[in-house]
């Protein structure tokens, strides 16, 4: 016994004096050049080990090695693939035989990647992935009966083992990616990570910071977390993290994205706050969000529940500010379906507020179905159309569509070819353009580029509106159609809502059918066609008295007095009718009609959308009696057709009556009742012919 222990003492002071002599006569600097010649051989690339290499063997085994370049082939902008100037790792020896890794600190200082693509496709990593296809083509050739085996026996081996880290850290570190073939740049630099002692389940930190810029956008980002891991890597739990970034690109700046979290675990409903703040050209946004996160071991979904967010947007180019938005509700994303659904508890926007859902599946086309609701929408506060700032005088308005009209390009909606869409919007109160509308029901759909309103209603102004509607984006221009249907509507209201006018009253059907081409405003009105078909009953036109018009025209003409108690610029009637055909812009009627227990207007006329004037030609009769209106003497003018003019711009119509045909008629009439008493006279049927053939003769 006492002879096997000198020999055990002796192996070990053998061991232990050729460690000792390994490490103090041997320079592991000699191998430079055969490491350097062995990469060529394996890669084509050219390594350089210019600092020092340095070993150890007892009680830690230990490798460090300074400043060494891996070169770029030619061609290649950057001297380097990779350089570093100092690497630094060690492992403990005798918790080896405990199956424990203790892992000294690893330190990385300087690494510099830079990864490049010519213009002809070739990068300068083709020579390391070529390398690695060919091992994993060689170890698929070696015994494929024994890898399950191989498998078993590297899993039994690595149960029961633990696994400790000292620290991780790396510092100064860069990456460079820059492909001439697609014209992009991406780059990391100042990069810095410090991890502390790491073991399984138990609770480690770790800190990271860097920047960076990806074509015209630059970013820097920082952050904390504590983090634990089981053994068997079925549970991750996180604490005290902090992350943040921030961006720009050209004029949007994302001055800071912060998100925070006081414990996270896997599987767990988990508390989280982001906040974002920054500016979009001239508008600033800032916005703060509140939730839980959930993510299950399987890493298949994501569950933000019990969402509050507040944001407020400001600036001189927005419709409104401050714009107010806050909104309440949920998202669940699943990343095996590519499927994502959102809650709307509640989306306020200023004063308008939503509820509904949002359903969207990315694959394998992007699909949207959606159903929202509301009590109460002002579409006119919400985009600042109430705001006095925004009212313009109709001649800045013209000249204002005018030059847009003639800068803007046909907007190009091929793109909608890639979207399916469908769902319901149901509003109980709706102003927009200044209409008030009540009981709103909008069902619409989207697909293959044509989208569909395939029923639009709404109670307005005591009657009721019905329409559908296509737009068809897959050609460019765009076209589209629809159907409009109006019932009972009274048109005084609406015509003061929708163009502060009062012209006509009077309870209204209105049908059109219509269909065009282009999206912009003047061009769309240049390519409307259609038919229009409108009837007014019990109603009045406002501004123009016809019978007082009689009357004072009348009297002008015959040289009676012209003075008469003022009285109302309003014609009354039973009904209005009129049918138009639209073609170019213009509206066409050669039926329009009016009729009162007074008058009767029967005519025709045209009416020019884009240049905003009106050309019609009523032939107006008088039917009844103006006795008790100061009108006895224009009485004479009864069943005389008199011409009505209205001419010149929507604005400012010009209206005028032609008197002097309508006294030739009424000579016409005189001298055909005085014919009529002198032929009666006549006894003789032969002379009475002849009279009457002669006197005719003279007054025609």
Known sequence: MKKLLWVIAALVLLGGGALIALVTLVNPNQFKPQIEQQVYQQTGLELQISGDIGWQFFPTLGFEMGTTQLKNPADFDSDNLLSVERVSIDVSLLPLMDKTLNMGDVVLDNAQINIETLANGQRNIDALLKQESQQDTQTAEVAPESEQEASETSKNAAQGWQIRIVGVHINQASLSIVDKQAGSTMGLEQVTLALSEFAFDQWSQISFSGQGQQDAMTFGFQGQTEFKVSADLSDYQLRETRLETNLTSGNQTLEALVLTMNEWQIGQSSPFNLSLKGQADTSEFDVSLAGELTLPQEFNSITLSQL?????????TLPVSPFEIDYQGGVSVDLDKQHIMATLDRLGLNDNVLKGQVDVNLAPQLTVKFGLNSDSLNLDKLMGADKPDNAKSETEQASVSTSNAQSAEEPDLSGLKELNLSGQVNVKQLQANNLAFSDVALKLKMANGVMEVSSFNADMYEGNLAMTAQLDGRKTPASYQTDIRVKDVQMLPLLK??????????????????????????KAMDNLTGKVAIELEDGAVNGINVAKMLRTGYAKYTGQDTSEASAVQKTDFSSLTANFAIANGVASSDDIQLFSPLLRLLGEGDIAFVKQTLAMKLNTSLVGSLQGQGGKSADELKDITIPLKITGDFADPKVGLDFSDALKQKANKEAQRGVEKLTDKIKDENTKQAVDGLLKGLFN
């Open 497 to 522: 809502a929708a163009a502060q006018q009062d012209v006509l009253e009077g309870k209204t059907t209105f049908e059109a059918k219509l269909t065009g081409r282009s999206l912009l405003p003047n």
């Open 308 to 316: 509050s967010m507040t944001g407020q947007l400001t600036g001189d």
